[in-house]
């Protein structure tokens, strides 16, 4: 599963992202397809960006004025990673990521949101973004922040790996539009897919270039570009908009660099490894009908 919290050991030379359920995190196949929104021209792609949302501990959402909050927290050579990564010197205060479903109903991975706990000390931040590469510091209208209200239903198995959860709101979300998902079936081997999310903790992150590569009743595997944050990301069919499913598991994120101080993205062949783990939406119980 995805991590919960951006935290990095080094440890045999190796360095590992730390999880609160499994082992399992994610890894670069073939090119980095990560782009940020302002790099994006695709108004489809921009309109599916707006209704993802990030997952941040409260206490990481501090006031800056009356009408706006300031995000703190690490960004990613904090953390151990090499300071020639992507992304750097972008903050990285999410944990996980999240999708509109309807006016004040999320849904996420379910090791994302696994107890009343995790609910009441999540905020849920919409326009989690950046305006240029190197951008350090992030200031939102607290508009954008949105509490758990509480978990309507989430399941997290190891034998059947089903991973979800569905939550509500403090308040309906009035700005932005519900994303529409598959509603029967499932998508195709070859598929081309597209996810959107807060990677390694990362401001909004589009990442495309990747297929399904094999599909069960439960989840399909596919080659994204995703890290651990990216839990609970929306994961789309390109061609048609709509959500295909959540991710949940991966490869491993980071591996040691050369010298061996710090962490550098893993990176294999666009067919090699397992592939990321996408929980169909399709077997999501509690979504809304309509």
């Known amino acids: 599963m995805k991590k919960s919290f951006l935290v990095l050991m080094l440890l045999s ?20 397809n990560r782009e940020d929104v302002f790099s994006i021209d695709n108004s489809l792609l921009l309109r599916l960006a707006e209704s993802t949302a990030a997952a941040i501990q409260t206490h990481k959402i501090q006031e800056f004025n ?7 927290g690490e960004n990613l050579t904090s953390n151990m990673i090499c300071a020639s990564e992507r992304f750097s010197k972008q903050p990285a205060v999410a944990h996980c990521s999240g999708f509109l479903v ?9 090791h994302c949101m696994d107890s009343e706990q995790a609910c009441s ?6 326009d989690y973004k950046v305006d240029y590469a190197d951008q350090e510091e992030i200031i939102l209208d607290k508009s954008k922040v949105y509490g758990c209200k509480k978990i309507i239903s989430q399941k997290l198995t190891e034998d059947t790996l089903i991973d979800y959860a569905v939550i509500e709101l403090d308040r309906p979300v009035k700005d932005r539009k519900p994303l529409k ?3 029967q079936g499932k998508p195709a081997v070859g598929d081309e897919i597209v996810v959107i999310g807060h990677p390694s903790g990362l401001p909004t992150k589009i990442t ?18 995703t890290y651990g944050g990216n839990s609970g990301s929306a994961v789309f069919n390109l061609k048609s908009g709509l959500v295909e499913g959540i991710l949940v598991r991966g490869e491993e994120d980071f591996v040691a660099s050369e010298d061996g101080m710090c962490g550098i993205s ?10 990321e783990d996408v929980t169909l939406i399709t077997i999501v119980e509690g979504l809304p009908k309509k």
């Open 102 to 110: 309807a006016e004040n109903i999320l849904v996420t991975a379910g």
């Open 181 to 183: 998902m598959r509603k």
């Open 13 to 32: 030379a190796t360095i590992f992202s730390a999880h609160s359920k499994s082992k399992s995190t994610t890894v670069i196949y073939g090119d980095d």
């Open 66 to 72: 009356l009408e706006q909050v300031i995000l703190k």
């Open 208 to 225: 495309d270039g990747a297929k399904i590569r094999n599909i069960n009743d439960v989840f399909f595997a596919a080659n994204l570009d």
């Open 266 to 275: 893993n990176k294999i062949g666009e067919d090699e490894g397992r592939g």
């Open 121 to 126: 000390g999540t905020s849920w931040v919409f």
